[in-house]
């Protein structure tokens, strides 16, 4: 099993940036990929960023340019820094990890990112 804890969530006003931490604990050999999804009210869970431990990134369309996914191996952590914050932004953001790219095997508690003024 792994364990994921995330921080780093909050409010924001439009424009501004927030940096998610999210760390692993447990059988932590087994995993492959580290990411985040995130799930506004009334929408399906959907994938922001991955990234593998050699280094192989993914970012959703809505997202690059603006968010940087990156992780410490030996720290088991895995961050996401979010900047030009947009209002529909605003979700729950979930930690994820796991043994293939882009597929959740576990994940985090999640944390409230709220965009507005």
């Known amino acids: 099993q792994v364990q994921l804890v995330e921080s780093g969530g909050g409010l924001v006003q439009p424009g501004g940036s927030l940096r998610l931490s999210c760390a692993a604990s447990g059988n932590i050999f087994s995993i492959y990929v580290m990411g985040w999804y995130r799930q506004a009210p009334g929408k399906q869970r959907e994938l922001v960023a991955d990234i593998s431990n050699g280094g192989r990134i993914y970012y959703a369309d809505s997202v690059k340019g603006r968010f940087t996914i990156s992780r410490d191996n030996a720290k088991n952590t895995v961050y996401l820094q979010m900047n030009s914050l947009k209002p529909e932004d605003t979700a729950v953001y979930y930690c994820?990890?796991?043994?293939?790219?882009?597929?959740?095997?576990?994940w985090g508690q999640g944390t409230q990112v709220t965009v507005s003024s």
């Open positions: 994820s990890a796991g043994k293939l790219l882009h597929v959740a095997d576990y």
